[in-house]
Nanobody, 126 residues
Framework: QVQLVESGGDSAQSGGSLRLSCGSS????????MGWFRQAPGKQREGVAG???????NYADSVKGRFTISQDNGKSTLYLQMNSLKPEDTAMYYC????????????????????WGQGAQVTVSS
């Protein structure tokens, strides 16, 4: 049974920073891909950042240059460093992991991910 548990969700001012963490019950290098997704009220879940087993990353255009995804295999933890936060970053953020090889080609596609955390709320005020 794979469990992913997010932490670090909080409120922040516009321009501020937050770091999300995702602890995995399995070693993070046992997945082909891991990623962060977000869903705002009334909107579809969207890919924010993804990292595949060889270290390649991909980011949504809306967060490029502001967010950084990383993982610590020794701690079985995935991170999302979020800087220069904007009110439009407000959403529930989900950690996800995939054991589907095809996820390497679709890092930001939710359908490619098998396992999901319960979510962490990020609220950015102007």
């Amino acid at each position: 049974q794979v469990q992913l548990v997010e932490s670090g969700g909080d409120s922040a001012q516009s321009g501020g920073s937050l770091r999300l963490s995702c602890g995995s019950s399995r070693p993070t290098d046992s997945y082909y891909c891991m990623g962060w997704f977000r869903q705002a009220p009334g909107k579809q879940r969207e890919g924010v950042a993804g990292i595949e087993s060889e270290g390649r990353t991909n980011y949504a255009d809306s967060v490029k240059g502001r967010f950084t995804i990383s993982q610590d295999n020794g701690k079985s933890t995935l991170y999302l460093q979020m800087n220069s936060l904007k009110p439009e970053d407000t959403a529930m953020y989900y950690c996800a992991a995939s054991r589907n090889l095809d996820c390497k080609f679709w890092l930001l596609l939710p359908a490619e991910y098998n396992y999901w955390g319960q979510g962490a709320q990020v609220t950015v005020s102007s």
